[in-house]
């Protein structure tokens, strides 16, 4: 005999019928806040626990939500440093839930598996995938990705706000000659970043050589040669925001390559806020984003459309904060 507790249990011990338990479960909206909770509190009181499968079938519902990250997240290094904190906190927010996160990647037979919404991260906004899960009416929520469907939601971060703080903090200290290794143009951090660096250049009045903004795909190669480049200009800027950490640690190893003093000599600020950046030599001045908060919000926003046909969540723009540490302490004007 199964020790499995039953649905008629639970109905016995809340006395309703097996059918109000099903609806109650299942969160229908024909069962009144009180017998909902006490229909609950009976599966509480006996240990019981739906069949996932049955409770599919009978709620059209898989309980999945799929976490897509594209190519387009940046280079690989990048997304296991950065994007494995939010993943994390999609993953713990989705438990709450009582969903489940399955990681795919946008492949062919990428859309074989049913789930409830997507989490897409490091997609073009004209990927064709977007337009096929569109078809398939799934609920799509984008970090740092606009997603053109009727049912999406978007969360990221404040890229150009954060790069109006570094240059803030490095124009206080009297920089004027500040160069900008930008991350990947197809990302919309990437192109975010540098149109702001652009931007706030020309507003405070800096002599933006074409030269100081360089092109990197926000990987520490790419960081690391674009320093090189800049250092040997006829005339090397004094301060260099990059549009990552992993760019600006290597941008850090490059200074000191040539000679220089990182801090000193040439100011280094990044983005991120890697853990990393605390222990670097010097200490790494950077844009701190809250990727636990993009994370669970992106989780929630799932939710909220999964559970809610006619929501529309508005896009939220987390806010960044400037962490100052002695990579642009150390020069004197």
């Not at 946008?106 to 409830?116: E, I, V």
């Not at 004094?238 to 190893?253: G, H, N, Y």
């Not at 809250?290 to 799932?302: I, M, S, V």
Request: charged share 25%; with cysteine.
């Amino acid at each position: 005999m199964s020790s499995r507790v039953t649905i008629r249990q639970v109905a016995e011990r809340a006395g309703v019928s097996v059918a109000t338990v099903s609806r109650a479960l299942n969160e229908k909206g024909d069962v009144s806040d009180a017998t909902r909770e006490r229909v609950r509190e009976a599966a509480r009181s006996l240990g019981y626990a739906a069949d996932p499968v049955a409770r599919a079938l009978a709620t059209q519902q898989t309980r999945l939500v799929a976490v897509i990250v594209g190519d387009n997240a940046g280079h690989p290094d990048l997304s296991l440093m950065f994007f494995g904190k939010v993943l994390a906190a999609i993953a713990r927010r989705l438990a709450q839930a009582d969903y489940e996160p399955v990681l795919l990647q946008p492949l062919a037979g990428r859309l074989q598996h049913r789930f409830d919404a997507a989490v897409l991260i490091g997609v073009d906004a004209d990927d064709p995938l977007i337009a096929e899960l569109e078809r398939r009416a799934v609920p799509l929520v984008g970090v740092d990705v606009d997603c053109p469907a009727p049912r999406a939601a978007f969360v990221g971060s404040d890229h150009a706000g954060g790069v109006r703080l570094a240059l803030a903090h490095l124009y206080a200290r009297g920089h004027r000659r500040i160069a900008h290794v930008a991350g990947a143009p197809n990302t919309l951090a990437g192109s975010e970043r540098r149109a702001a660096f652009v931007a706030e250049s020309e507003r405070l009045g800096l002599a933006l050589d074409d030269e100081y903004v360089r092109d990197g795909d926000f990987s520490s190669a790419s960081g690391y040669r674009e320093t090189c480049a800049l250092l040997a200009l006829a005339e090397p800027p004094t301060a260099i925001v990059a549009a990552s950490d992993l760019m600006a640690l290597a941008a850090l190893q490059a200074i000191r390559d040539a000679g220089l003093e990182p801090g000193r000599d040439v100011a280094v600020v990044g983005f991120d806020d890697l853990e990393a950046a605390a222990l670097a030599y010097p200490p790494l001045t950077t844009i701190r984003q809250d990727r636990q908060e993009l994370g669970t919000l992106a989780a929630t926003r799932a939710i909220e459309l999964i559970e809610n046909s006619g929501a529309t969540p508005p896009p939220t723009i987390l806010p960044v904060e400037l962490v100052v540490r002695a990579s642009s302490t150390g020069w004197k004007a």
